[in-house]
């Protein structure tokens, strides 16, 4: 059932072309890095049928793998609207994890209502390394909340965020991933076969890739 799931969720994510790969003219990423893919899965708001498989897909993989949590998260930005979307329908509340705090007003980092020892998922819609994602849990836990772990739509597979997940005691747990997406888009002739080793040697050293 969920290799099904990873499938299509990556069949979704390049129909709507929130996932682009493009191996012979490589994207730079805000870190420097260079790479074959880019990914914004926000595109997938703009797809009701998409986005309603995505939250529907989203709360069955919480509900199998951590059970009904008293609060449902989101982080800033990207995930703010499929969280919401994901808490609405398994009727929870909900708030979302800012990257740094606001210079105003309350100067909050966590937006929402929590309240100590309440239960949470944390829902992010892309996973590179994991650190911002791990950050906001990191928050959360400095506030008293007990983090029951993070679900994500998609996943580079990167081993450092494997690594750093570990370390910090969080399960994690992502619709689909990045060696799914790469089958399926040479099977549907989005990219050539030839170019499997390239996009292989990226996810291996994608720091050094391209240089």
């Known amino acids: ?12 994510l390049l129909q709507i072309k929130a996932i ?21 899965n926000r595109i997938s708001l703009s797809y009701p049928r998409i986005r309603t498989f995505l939250r529907q897909e989203l709360v069955k993989l919480i509900e199998d793998k951590f059970g009904r949590p008293d609060i449902i998260v989101g ?36 937006e929402g209502e ?7 998922v944390v829902i992010e819609d892309l996973i590179s390394t994991g650190s911002s ?13 007990i983090v029951k772990g993070l679900v994500s739509i998609f996943t580079y597979g990167f081993e450092t965020a494997s690594a750093n997940f570990k370390q ?19 099977a549907s002739g989005y990219v050539k076969k030839q170019d499997l080793p390239l996009l292989q040697a990226w996810r291996q050293h994608p720091e050094k890739w391209g240089i």
């Open 1 to 12: 059932m969920h290799d099904d799931v990873a499938i299509k969720v990556a069949e979704f």
């Open 20 to 40: 682009k790969l493009q191996p012979e003219q490589p994207f730079t990423w805000a870190s420097g890095w260079k790479s074959p893919i880019y990914c914004d």
């Open 75 to 110: 982080v800033a930005t990207a995930a703010i609207a499929q969280g919401a979307l994901v808490a609405e329908a398994m009727g929870l509340p909900f708030v979302y994890v800012r990257s740094s705090a606001k210079d105003h007003g309350r100067k909050n980092t966590i």
């Open 114 to 120: 929590i309240k100590e020892n309440q239960t949470a």
């Open 133 to 145: 994602s791990l950050k906001a849990v990191e928050d959360l836990k400095e506030n008293g909340v």
């Open 168 to 186: 910090s005691s969080c399960p994690w747990y992502s619709l689909s991933n990045y060696d799914v997406l790469i089958k399926q888009a040479i």
